[in-house]
T-cell receptor
């Protein structure tokens, strides 16, 4: 079955470390997205990519980096420059644009905690 | 002003009740509209798309008023399993990403 796989499910980061969150999809979707969700808040867009080798900053890109070398993969690196990285990170994908009736398909998320 | 605004709730209702959620959005150029459901500590899942003509899926009815930039979701005959957070989601004017409201929490009790 097609879907999006995020790994790991839980991740613990020490102060000053960079960590990379994996996101892989086999839906043949062109576009992929990274969102962050904090408790009681909505999803905020970090980065998105509509095509291989191209990506755009979202609303809160500072302290994060991404790459899109393959259509199936869109890893997110949380760098030491991100001062408050503890959050629930969600990866999503869509056909060329997230139009009705399909919207996004989400992965199951990675819960990142700074220790 | 937030791009998508929702009443955070929580809405506490008994089983069998009818409950309505409202949402407003600020970008008049938006062209796609959705309701997503998110269970505690899980990813959001698409509940239904929303169209100007209104649409229904079983006990769920969604309405869109473009003139007022207002979206609604009506749940009839609430079940315990409907307890979740409901996210109002609007496409950006450029069609390239979705913007999420903070969600309305629903708790259905016996």
């Amino acid at each position: 079955d097609g879907g999006i796989t995020q790994s790991p499910k839980y991740l613990f980061r020490k102060e000053g470390q960079n960590v990379t969150l994996s996101c892989e999809q086999n839906l043949n979707h062109d576009a992929m997205y990274w969102y962050r969700q904090d408790p009681g808040q909505g999803l905020r867009l970090i980065y998105y990519s509509q095509i291989v080798n191209d990506f755009q900053k979202g609303d809160i890109a500072e302290g994060y980096s991404v790459s899109r070398e393959k259509k199936e993969s869109f890893p997110l690196t949380v760098t030491s420059a991100q001062k408050n990285p503890t959050a629930f990170y969600l990866c999503a994908s869509s056909h060329d644009a997230p139009r009705a009736p399909y919207g996004y398909t989400f992965g199951s998320g990675t819960r990142l905690t700074v220790v | 002003r937030k791009e998508v605004e929702q009443d955070p709730g929580p809405f506490n209702v008994p089983e069998g009740a009818t409950v309505a959620f409202n949402c407003t959005y600020s970008n008049s150029a938006s062209q796609s509209f959705f309701w997503y459901r998110q269970d505690c500590r899980k990813e959001p899942k698409l509940l239904m798309s929303v169209y100007s003509s209104g649409n229904e899926d079983g006990r769920f009815t969604a309405q869109l008023n473009r003139a007022s930039q207002y979206i609604s979701l009506l749940i009839r005959d609430s079940k315990l399993s409907d307890s979740a957070t409901y996210l109002c989601v609007v496409g950006s004017g450029g069609y390239n990403k979705l913007i999420f409201g903070a969600g309305t929490r629903l708790a259905v009790h016996p």
